[in-house]
Structure formats: structure tokens, C-alpha cells
């Protein structure tokens, strides 16, 4: 078992930046594949980013790769997702998620998920 708890969401301008964190529980943390997926109002949710459980392997949803980036801190046992030049368009809840094996951007591959923490972009 794994809880996960997000936080840093908020309001942001356009154009801004944010940094996600997401505090996983229990001393297994390096074996778990992490991911955010988001959620805006009115659509599925969708993936976001993945990272392996070293660490050492990203995956990015096509349109946001090179404006945000997904890593993790084995010693604080969080993964972190850093939000630049946001767009209204990336309004939506952003959840973790943990799955305890090789896993991609499938929903259904992951087996913990956190609350979701909201996410707020201005024009």
C-alpha cells in the first residue's frame, strides 16, 4: 500500500510556472513507476508524465514535453512535476499516481492514485 498526497497547485497567470509535489508513504517508494495525469473540466483524464522507478527513463504527453518536467527524489520519497509557460488550456486537476511495476502512460497500469490538487491558469 502507497498514499499518495499532492500539492502546489493553485492560481497561476499565464505564461507562469508551478511546481507540483506529490509525497508518496511507505519505504518502497524507488519501486514504484510515477506518473501525473490531469483532469479539466468537462474531458477524461489524460496523461500528463511518467518516470521510471530509477528514475532515469521520462515520458512526456506530446504537446507538453518541453514545458514541463517530471522527476523524483528518492530521499524525500516525492516526484515532482514543474509547469512552465502555462496556458489557460492546462487548467485541470493533476493526480499522481503509483503503480507497483513497469508501467506507461495507461490509467489502468497504475494502481494508487492521490486527490488531485487544482491547477488554475489565467488568460
Known amino acids: 500500500q502507497v498514499q499518495l498526497v ?11 510556472s508551478l511546481r507540483l509535489s506529490c509525497a508518496a508513504s511507505g519505504r518502497t517508494f ?17 496523461f500528463v508524465a511518467r518516470i521510471s522507478r530509477s528514475g532515469g527513463s521520462t515520458n512526456y504527453a506530446g504537446s507538453l514535453k ?3 518536467t517530471i522527476s523524483r527524489d528518492p530521499a524525500k520519497n516525492t516526484v515532482y512535476l514543474q509547469m512552465n509557460s502555462l496556458k489557460p488550456e492546462d487548467t485541470a486537476v493533476y493526480y499522481c499516481a503509483a503503480a507497483g511495476r513497469l508501467a506507461t502512460m495507461m490509467q489502468r497500469e497504475y494502481d494508487y492514485w492521490g486527490q488531485g490538487t487544482q491547477v488554475t491558469v489565467s488568460s
Open 30 to 46: 524507488s519501486t514504484y513507476t510515477m506518473a501525473w495525469f490531469r483532469q479539466a473540466p468537462g474531458k477524461e483524464r489524460e
Open 66 to 68: 518541453g514545458r514541463f
Open 6 to 16: 499532492e500539492s502546489g497547485g493553485g492560481l497561476v497567470q499565464a505564461g507562469g
